[in-house]
């Protein structure tokens, strides 16, 4: 076992740690605390097959991550009021079963992926940056402007969404619903980035010409990470609008991007357990500086800051030090 | 005569006012080292890059093994068999040496997008790489970081990829620059070898290893091939002496 | 008339964000680097502009603390942070320039708090001017298209038959000859920042004084600016130009005329909604076409 794979398993056991004793001890809040922590862990997770393995800086995933959340969201509004979403070209009825959602959430947000990545894919560099910020800030804006799922003001839900033979009202349940996805997530990725595939794809990030020589074509292998890392994403947003019963188009902001970039960040591109690690590091934080001030944000950005120009690794990375890439 | 394997046929290519490829037609027959030697700033780079498909000529058109080629792009010219090394080495700096080969070999198979099996794990990928690491002379050397390869070592792997490929043709770009004279003897004695695999068109400025390897040699001078022959036929080439080879020339 | 009116609020619009684009595509171009604070430097115009107009009660004063002060946080943000980036990947740019905005953004939280402010125009700026046609417009709006037409003059100017152009010009053909020109890089850069820097921030008290001034005010501006430039082509000002412009004028006609359309077809309560909700895409639409047909913009040279 590598110290990385280690060091891995270390984090994965501290946050499930961390919520069981919180239970043990009658700490709901907590709980939920580690919730939100595995949640966004997963959509860093997602953000990190992407940026981290595909060489992909999308300022973009916010756009999946609401998606996610939107479509839970209105299957659940649906559900409750007993409207269909849709009667053409065939009915589709509301849903509160999360076994349901969760495919819709990602197949919505995979498409979207899918065509947001087509277009963005045609640039590299700041380009690309600028693209898929862009195209999120455009669902942004038609969440906003689209009074039917409310608008400006988001879309609330009553009752949280139910999983068969679980109480999905109970916390300590619902993080482990939450944080079994993570781990089936990170297993996902762990076998997807070990095949050709994942070769392919980080022989055509660290070397594209070489790959091409080799008759591999980047686009389409970056388009694939790009697509499942919008579903994994969504998939994130569909279980963070269950923990809320709460969506808005906050959620698809550019703000909410550039967060989910800094838990990849904060734990350590292109590392596995990386946005682990980061998620829980940046809830801590928000948890730890928000009780200092109200301006908590000012103090994440100089550690961001230093972070960027001090320890480029992140912080799995001063615990499990690397070689960069070339 | 066999057919060729590679054949060019008036090739042109202009970049504004500068004709980079002047009409250039060339073969490349089974089993031979064709050199193809000139100046800087000949148009041989420019050559290449439309061999490989890396920019359309004007005119003119490309065959591989009969069939014209010059609709497809690098990656499908690749998996035809039509291999290249790079001027600079260019491999996968964070993989190992094995999991460079492996990336070519999968790469050449054309079935990357899989999902589940690990790739170093998957003897249809890791029996042939081995293989190739060996003929390439790198054997005991597959964990090694590429990045962490010498400069020689680095040119041995990039003859590995080639061979993954299954290639029938070879291009090789300046293989021997930056080599020391023994890294240099070296690598004579592999490319020598590496004809018996597929025919070799050799870009090299080094004219002790062209003389050494080629069986033809093609003089490029200001985008125009202005002889084609065996060595002695381009070392006794008046035009070739005057224009490039210099009057000190051996 | 109503077109008139909206293709004037269109060009004004896209004068507006030529001043924001401007600063950016000329630092791509020249750094190679992606500066998300950019926006930051757009909502300190506006403060500066709104603490010194209202601390002396001249509006004009206002104006000139916005160019300096925005153009002074530039500098210092330069020399503290953005030159360490130059040689770092696009990914370290844009988690540091993202950590600007935090700091900055809070950080004017709170200085000033949370609620908007607003500025008063002097009486010579205030009021309407009746155009030909008989357009009555307001006065403000034709200085601001003014102004962005005397700014895109003289950028012209100062990129094409200055010495700082040549040396602006050469920086983006290629850094490392005009380092063996013996120019000093790190000085031209700190210029370049300061200028672009200057430009969003006189763009942020333009805006604030229409709007209002508050904190996050910059960030839309900001990601329209990327849409200007991908549009128009990294590093080129005549494509933030033409790409702002167009931005400017798609953006607003679209959302006057769409709805209006619309009801044509379909009853007027979906059509508004279903109008408004397009209207919002229109431009990134127009983005898209153009990474369609043309992925290093339209007078872009290079692609990345």
Redesign the interface.
Known sequence: MTRETLVNLVILAALIGTALVAQALGEGFVVTLATKAAIFALAGVGLNLALGFGGMVSLGHAAFFGIGGYVCAILASHAASGQPVAVLPFTIAGTNEMPAIWPVAMAVSGLAAGLIGALSLRTTGVYFIMVTLAFAQMIYYFAVSWPRYGGDDGLSFYVRNSFPGLNTFDPIQYFAICATLLVLALGVCALILRARFGLALEGARQNPARAQALGIRPYGLRLTAFVLSGMIVGLAGALYADLNRFVSPAMLSWHMSGEIMVFVILGGVGRLCGPVAGAAIYILLEHLLGGVSDYWQVLLGLLLLGIVLFAPGGLVGLIAPRRRHV | MSEPILELRDLRKRFGALVATDGVSLTLRPGEIHALIGPNGAGKSTLIKQILGEIRPDAGTIRFEGQAIDGLDVPARARLGLARSFQVSSVVPGFSVLQNVVLAVAGASGRIYQFHRPALRDPALVEPAVFHIRHAGLAGREGVLASDLSHGERRKLEIAMALALRPRAFLLDEPMAGMGLEGARQLTAILSDLRAEAPILLVEHDMDAVFALADRISVLVYGRIIATGTVAEIRADPEVRRSYLGEDAP | MLLAEQALNGLQYGMMLFLMAAGLTLV?GVM?L?NLAHGALYMVGAFACAAVAGATGSFWLGLGASLAAAAAAGALVELA?IR?LYA?D???Q???T??????F???T??LFGAFPLYLTLPPALSGAVTLPGGLQYPLFRLVIIGLGGAVALGLFWLIGRTRLGIRIRAGEADREMIGALGVDIARLYTIVFALGAGLAGLAGALVGTIQSVQVGMG??VL?LA??V??IGG?GSIKGALVGALMVGMTDTLGKALLPGLLARVTDAASAN?VG??L???LI?IL??AV??VR?Q?LFGVR??
Do not use: N, T
Request: net charge neutral; proline share 4%.
């Open positions: 791509f190679g992606i942070v360490r770092r696009h990914l370290d844009v988690l540091a993202f950590a600007l905005i935090l700091v953004s809070e950080g939280r709170w960030e839309p990601i990327f849409v430039i991908v990294i909604a408004s909700a209207a919002s895409m990134y983005m898209a990474l369609i992925p913009g692609a990345g």
